[in-house]
T-cell receptor, first 115, second 112 residues
Framework: DQQVKQNSPSLSVQEGRISILNCDYT??????FLWYKKYPAEGPTFLIS?????DKNEDGRFTVFLNKSAKHLSLHIVPSQPGDSAVYFC??????????????FGKGTHLIIQP | DAMVIQNPRYQVTQFGKPVTLSCSQT?????MYWYQQKSSQAPKLLFH???????NEADTPDNFQSRRPNTSFCFLDIRSPGLGDAAMYLC???????????FGPGTRLTVL
């Protein structure tokens, strides 16, 4: 049973426009959410994160929004650039109070930025 | 540059032949993780080491084992690989201070 869902396997956006990637989760015990970016033949690299006590976090062109009541988060990229073309993974952490727990990932969304 | 290194990048093994994947880190992080990612699937946590303490996920098959001889190195052993174990294996590191994990480039395992 998938606890983190990214329902769009791919998304195509024109360069300069806004890219919006969505993620839904089912486990209310998740307390921290992260977005990772992955290029082919490379490991995922951390992009941006948000704590469950916040509803927005911004870092340059990237903004993550969290709606706890809907168990939904989204990543906004504006303006989109060709180098943003990659697979984006949504991930969540369930804090158990002992050590640094692993992450639960979604399947990813392949973002394609069209020139 | 501080990093997470995985060797080899590509590994081919035969059905049933034991195989070991290697991960090393220069970040001096006390937590190391192993994830399995099958084609078009989400990365799935297999287990992690918190210092020397091994933490196995409940649904990780017994066929998968891990060793961490020191802070820098962690190994994934697959005792009898089956065709269903063909996947990308990702190693990651972390600490109590950081919420994010740092990933290596992965090892793609092929089982013939």
């Amino acid at each position: 049973d998938q606890q983190v869902k990214q329902n769009s396997p791919s998304l195509s956006v024109q360069e300069g426009r806004i890219s919006i990637l969505n993620c839904d989760y089912t486990n209310s015990m998740f307390d921290y959410f992260l977005w990772y970016k992955k290029y082919p033949a490379e490991g995922p690299t951390f992009l941006i994160s948000i704590s469950s006590i916040k509803d927005k976090n911004e870092d340059g062109r990237f903004t993550v929004f969290l709606n706890k009541s809907a168990k939904h988060l989204s990543l906004h990229i504006v303006p989109s650039q060709p180098g943003d073309s990659a697979v984006y993974f949504c991930a969540a952490r369930r804090y158990s109070g002992g050590g640094a727990d692993g992450l639960t990932f979604g399947k990813g969304t392949h973002l394609i930025i069209q020139p | 540059d501080a990093m997470v290194i995985q060797n080899p990048r590509y590994q081919v093994t035969q059905f049933g032949k034991p195989v070991t994947l290697s991960c090393s880190q220069t970040l001096n992080h006390n937590v190391m993780y192993w994830y399995q990612q099958k084609s078009s699937q989400a990365p799935k946590l297999l287990f992690h080491y918190y210092d020397k303490d091994f933490n196995n996920e409940a649904d990780t098959p017994d066929n998968f084992q891990s060793r961490r001889p020191n802070t820098s190195f962690c190994f994934l052993d697959i005792r009898s690989p089956g065709l269903g174990d063909a996947a990308m294996y990702l190693c990651a590191t972390g600490t109590d201070s950081y919420n994010e994990q740092f990933f290596g480039p992965g090892t793609r395992l092929t089982v013939l």
